[in-house]
């Protein structure tokens, strides 16, 4: 029905009972971008963690029901081809909720519950003028190999960890960096 929030995912003609609370949601896509993780472990916490009883559903329709997950999690977020990945949902949680907080006029990580769909439509209703905004829209114009307008230019350039979707690079601490230079002393010994 319009206007609707699902608890169930209908698969191949059954609705099964899913958590639809926003926290669980980013817990999907987390393992969804974790790189130790292989494609049918990641399928697998979909599943477990979306479908309140993943014990009831037939392994034979288990990609039916992952398709299923997929869909729901990427409520209309339909595009012909894949895009490139702009937004790091564990990188960018203090600007995303900022920006969430905003637009929803709370503290959506307060709430006991909050349906996912409700989330995204907070998510996607982040202005420009926004810090998550111009960040996302600079890591959008980048990706896509397009040209920054001149204050985006100034802010990517004073904020180039902020703009990059992967975490900066972890510096090495001076006492790993005297480590190091221990180790490798003593790897060559006597040598000289």
Request: proline share 4%.
């Given at each position: 029905?319009?206007g609707?929030l699902?608890?169930?995912?209908?698969?191949?003609?059954?609705?099964?009972?899913?958590?639809?609370?926003?926290r669980n949601?980013?817990?999907?896509?987390?393992?969804?971008?974790?790189?130790?993780?292989?494609d049918?472990?990641?399928?697998?916490?979909?599943?477990?963690?979306?479908f309140?009883?993943?014990?009831?559903?037939?392994?034979?329709?288990?990609?039916?029901?992952?398709?299923?997950?997929?869909?729901?999690?990427?409520?209309?977020?339909?595009?012909?081809?894949?895009?490139?990945?702009?937004?790091?949902?564990?990188?960018?949680?203090?600007?995303?909720?900022?920006?969430?907080?905003?637009?929803?006029?709370?503290?959506?990580?307060?709430?006991?519950?909050?349906?996912?769909?409700?989330?995204?439509?907070?998510?996607?209703?982040?202005?420009?003028?926004?810090?998550?905004?111009?960040?996302?829209?600079?890591?959008?114009?980048?990706?896509?190999?397009?040209?920054?307008?001149?204050?985006?230019?100034?802010?990517?350039?004073?904020n180039?960890?902020?703009?990059?979707?992967?975490p900066?690079?972890?510096?090495?601490?001076?006492?790993?960096i005297?480590?190091?230079?221990?180790?490798?002393?003593?790897?060559?010994?006597?040598?000289?």
């Amino acid at each position: 029905m319009l206007g609707t929030l699902p608890t169930t995912l209908n698969v191949n003609g059954v609705d099964y009972d899913i958590r639809t609370d926003f926290r669980n949601i980013l817990q999907i896509i987390t393992a969804f971008n974790a790189p130790e993780l292989t494609d049918q472990e990641k399928a697998y916490v979909c599943l477990k963690r979306l479908f309140v009883a993943l014990n009831t559903i037939p392994a034979d329709d288990y990609t039916a029901a992952y398709e299923a997950a997929v869909a729901f999690i990427e409520h209309q977020i339909e595009e012909d081809r894949p895009s490139p990945r702009i937004v790091n949902w564990e990188k960018d949680e203090a600007l995303i909720f900022s920006a969430i907080n905003k637009v929803a006029g709370k503290e959506v990580r307060s709430e006991k519950y909050m349906h996912w769909w409700t989330f995204l439509g907070y998510f996607q209703s982040i202005g420009r003028n926004d810090t998550w905004g111009c960040v996302l829209v600079i890591r959008q114009k980048k990706a896509q190999g397009k040209k920054l307008e001149s204050y985006e230019k100034e802010f990517y350039s004073a904020n180039r960890n902020l703009c990059s979707v992967d975490p900066p690079k972890k510096r090495k601490s001076q006492k790993d960096i005297m480590q190091d230079m221990f180790e490798e002393l003593l790897e060559k010994g006597g040598d000289e």
